[in-house]
């Protein structure tokens, strides 16, 4: 079945740039999508469609998808981006599946 | 006001069953494919099924085919999810999610969730 590999943490200073990466194989030809979730709270989906942003989500929130490696960029991090984020795509290779990355933990330092 | 509330979580033995229930309002409920994603302790998240809009298409993940099975009732509003022959490793908080789709099988993201049911399995 399919792969999706994201780094545990991810570290950031307020003010900067966080970039979450989300890898798989030939990720760059699926559609991958990436929620947020706060501790206690259900996910939120933030990016959807590699780069689409729903209502409400900041513009400094953008996403890529190219090659094997999709990537969530948040910019001018907050305290409040403090979060897990999980990568997830649909794979339909031998039955259907929505396979989510293993999410990474955003630390603002 | 959009809303998916999980009942039906709980403690139960190994080898034991349990029902979980998704009440859905504020939306057309019958419009949209549903699914189950899971999420243990500490851990990431995990799919467990898909139903269509109109219940006549369901997928499991494969550590839960012959084990789970989804169903929903329209005219209530309401997503289920069996849960038989319970596991240690099925203890996990269980939410409901909606699919930007009607059917089943179709690339998609998951657009609102619910808050979730916990469910722990123990001796």
């Known amino acids: 079945s399919y792969v999706l590999t994201q780094p545990p943490s991810v570290s950031v200073a307020p003010g900067k740039t966080a970039r979450i990466p989300c890898g798989g194989d030939n990720l760059g030809s699926k559609s991958v999508h990436w929620y947020q979730q706060k501790p206690g709270q259900a996910p939120v989906v933030v990016m959807y469609?590699?780069?689409d942003r729903p209502s409400g989500v900041p513009e400094r929130v953008s996403g890529s998808n190219s090659g094997n490696t999709a990537t969530l960029i948040i910019s001018r991090v907050e305290a409040g981006d403090e979060a897990d984020y999980y990568c997830?795509?649909?794979?339909?290779?031998?039955?259907?599946?929505?396979?989510f990355g293993g999410g990474t933990r955003l630390t603002v330092l | 006001q959009e809303q998916l509330v999980e009942s039906g979580g709980g403690v139960v033995q190994p080898g034991r069953s349990l029902r979980l229930s998704c009440a859905a309002s504020g939306f057309p409920f019958s419009d949209y494919a549903m699914h189950w994603v899971r999420q243990a302790p500490g851990k990431g998240l995990e799919w467990v099924a898909v139903?269509?809009?109109?219940?006549?298409?369901?997928h499991y993940a494969d550590s839960m085919k012959g084990r789970f099975t989804i169903s929903r009732d329209n005219s209530k509003n309401t997503l289920y999810v069996q849960l038989n022959n319970l596991r240690a490793e099925d203890t996990a908080v269980y939410f409901c999610?909606?699919?930007?789709?009607?059917?089943?099988?179709?690339?998609?993201?998951?657009?609102?969730w619910g808050q979730g049911a916990l469910v722990t399995v123990s001796s």
């Open positions: 469609y590699d780069s």
């Open positions: 139903i269509a809009y109109d219940g006549s298409s369901k």
């Open positions: 999610a909606r699919a930007k789709s009607r059917l089943a099988e179709a690339d998609i993201y998951f657009d609102f």
């Open positions: 997830q795509v649909w794979d339909s290779n031998n039955d259907v599946n929505w396979v």
